[in-house]
């Protein structure tokens, strides 16, 4: 199972960006998952979402300024990202979860897609 991500780039600070995922139809009952990873830093969570979009989890870093959702339709699942800030500089991974229900744990993964670069300048 390959994810794709896609979207990163680079925006000033308090812009928005729209990172999407290929999750591929072997994923259409999995949970996904977005993770990011600074430079010089650990991979950390930002944001899941059930494999039917009826949950959402987010951490409390981005909580208010980000939203996932999916379409099943077409496989794809979404990052919006508003009031961008500095500190969210990072690559941006999404990935498939083991079961129908993502949570903030790498463990829970089974996927991973290559990452997307989002910078934010001040």
């Known amino acids: 199972v390959q994810l794709q991500a896609s979207g990163g780039g680079t925006v000033q600070a308090g812009g928005s960006l729209r990172l999407s995922c290929a999750a591929g139809?072997?994923?259409?009952?999995?949970?996904v998952g977005w993770f990011r990873q600074a430079a010089g830093k650990e991979r950390e969570f930002a944001a899941a979402?059930?494999?039917?979009?009826?949950?959402?989890v987010y951490a409390d870093s981005v909580k208010g300024r980000f939203k996932i959702s999916r379409n099943r339709a077409n496989n794809m699942v979404y990052l919006q990202m508003n009031s961008l800030k500095p500190e969210d500089t990072a690559v941006y991974f999404c990935?498939?979860?083991?079961?129908?229900?993502?949570?903030?744990?790498?463990?829970?993964?089974?996927?991973w897609g290559q990452g997307t670069q989002v910078t934010v300048s001040s």
């Open positions: 139809r072997t994923s259409s009952n999995n949970g």
């Open positions: 990935a498939a979860a083991i079961g129908a229900y993502a949570g903030d744990s790498p463990s829970r993964y089974r996927y």
């Open positions: 979402i059930s494999w039917n979009g009826g949950d959402t």
